[in-house]
């Protein structure tokens, strides 16, 4: 699903992101990218969403080779993709269900099941009451969960979470890592940067862990070894 061989970013000249970086992502794999801030977490993210490219090194996503990706092919390349911020990123002249409806809505959706659809994905995340509300009337928890329902409305084939659980409480952090659980038992591939180590060792999943843009470790916990 997706690969990355030796791939390195670059700012500048002294001024590295990445470094030589290797790792394969299963088709229906959840896992963790984790690190100190400035650890290359974020920086994969952009490159898989190809909001930024590599410096050197092959990036293959669904066995295609997205490197070199002409700038005309990323927006198609770009809507197989699901993308969650920490910092919500809504439109707040918008209502919560204008703001998922819109996913679909530019992917060529009839109005009628793009709205469909999205009164569905908020009642998933458990905020279906709140559809007419507009963001900045609903709290950062609820926000993010819109942020959420925006990104899987459509399916995609992977979903990206860039700290989702960054301002909120380890109760309402768990309770967003159910849905991703939920949405990745629904096939999905799930990518979450996240400095929250409790958190991570809760959910038992595989594990990134970056330093100073390098891959440190890819941690793979066996399913009993948090068993009481």
């Known amino acids: 699903m997706i690969k990355f061989k030796r791939v390195s970013k670059s700012y500048g000249k002294d001024s590295k992101a990445l470094r030589d970086v290797s790792f394969d992502v299963d088709a229906g794999e959840m896992l963790f990218l984790t690190g100190h801030s400035g650890a290359g977490k974020t920086t994969i993210l952009k490159l898989i969403m190809l ?31 699901g993308m969650i911020y920490q910092d919500h990123r809504l439109l707040n002249d918008k209502t919560v269900l204008e703001n998922v409806a819109l996913s679909l809505q530019i992917r060529g959706y009839s109005d009628a099941h793009s709205f469909k659809s999205a009164r569905a994905a908020l009642e998933q995340v458990g905020i279906g009451e709140k559809a007419n509300f507009y963001p900045l009337e609903l709290s950062s928890g609820q926000q993010q969960r819109v942020g959420i329902a925006r990104a899987f409305v459509a399916k995609p084939d992977i979903v990206l979470a860039d700290e989702p659980t960054g301002n909120l409480d380890p109760d309402l952090s768990l309770e967003l890592m159910q849905i991703f659980e939920n949405l990745n038992k629904q ?19 595989r594990v990134l862990v970056l330093k100073n843009g390098e891959l440190e470790d890819d941690f793979r916990p066996q399913p009993s070894m948090y068993a009481p």
Request: charged share 20%; glycine share 4%; hydrophobic share 40%.
């Open 187 to 205: 096939g999905m591939t799930i990518l979450i940067a996240s400095h929250d180590l409790f958190l991570i060792k809760r959910m038992q999943k």
């Open 51 to 81: 909001m930024q490219k590599s410096s050197y090194g092959q990036i293959t996503v669904n066995n295609h080779d997205i490197s070199n990706l002409p700038s005309s092919k990323i927006p198609a390349y770009r809507l197989k993709i």
